[in-house]
Nanobody, 123 residues
Framework: QVQLAESGGGLVQAGGSLRLSCAAS????????MGWFRQAPGKEREFVAS????????GYADSVKGRFTISRDNAKNTVYLQMNSLKPEDTAVYFC????????????????WGQGTQVTVSS
């Protein structure tokens, strides 16, 4: 089992930056694929970014490509999401997710989820 805890959310003006962190428990962090997802009020949870177990493969939603960067530090059991050039439409609760075998970016593919961190981008 994997327990996840996100941090780093907050209020930022459009064009600004934030870095989200997701700390994972357990000794198996390097064995799980990780993803970031987000959910805005009244909308379904959507894929943002994914990263493989070793970190050598990443994927992004078209809406964030070129602005967001996912990375991981297996020694620290942590995955990050660097968000630059933020837009009001990026406002959402951001969740990290993990599992051993995933279809990267597919919400239903991840069994373990954090509680989320709010990101609000003002115009």
């Amino acid at each position: 089992q994997v327990q996840l805890a996100e941090s780093g959310g907050g209020l930022v003006q459009a064009g600004g930056s934030l870095r989200l962190s997701c700390a994972a428990s357990g000794r198996t962090f390097s064995s799980v694929a990780m993803g970031w997802f987000r959910q805005a009020p009244g909308k379904e949870r959507e894929f943002v970014a994914s990263i493989s177990r070793s970190g050598d493969s990443t994927g992004y939603a078209d809406s964030v490509k070129g602005r967001f960067t996912i990375s991981r530090d297996n020694a620290k059991n942590t995955v990050y999401l660097q968000m630059n050039s933020l837009k009001p439409e990026d406002t959402a609760v951001y969740f990290c997710a993990a599992d051993w075998l995933v279809v990267a970016g597919q919400v239903s593919s991840y069994r373990y989820w954090g509680q989320g961190t709010q990101v609000t981008v003002s115009s």
